[in-house]
Nanobody, 129 residues
């Protein structure tokens, strides 16, 4: 069974930076779609960024483009989210998600949360103004 564990969240002031990590265990698939999603209180879960193992395609929500970078260490089964220029509106619980995919498929992974089967418990990010 795939398990995902996030870490790296915390409280920072606006303009600060954080690096989130997501370690996957029990992964048996050569090709996966992984993603970072976030949920603020009273709001729906939304995509932050996705990444595909294999061709390395990435996707970013418009709200984080130019500030966040998603990367992978496939040897360590770890997904990262480097966040710079944090804003109060970035506050929320950040979740890592994963789903196996065919190695023959290329391009960006879907930004829809319902397309991901495996989820971590989340790590809280709080940005104060």
């Amino acid at each position: 069974q795939v398990r995902l564990r996030e870490s790296g969240g915390g409280s920072v002031q606006a303009g600060g930076s954080l690096r989130l990590s997501c370690v996957a265990s029990g992964v048996r698939y050569r090709s996966t779609c992984t993603g970072w999603f976030r949920q603020a209180p009273g709001k729906e879960r939304e995509v932050v960024a996705t990444a595909r193992t294999g061709d390395g395609s990435t996707f970013y929500a418009d709200s984080v483009k130019g500030r966040f970078t998603v990367s992978q260490d496939t040897a360590e089964n770890t997904l990262y989210l480097q966040m710079y220029g944090l804003k109060p509106e970035d506050t929320g619980m950040y979740y890592c998600a994963s789903n196996p995919t065919s190695s023959r498929v290329t391009g960006t992974c879907p930004p829809n949360a319902e397309r991901y089967d495996y989820w971590g418990q989340g790590t809280q990010v709080t940005v104060s103004s």
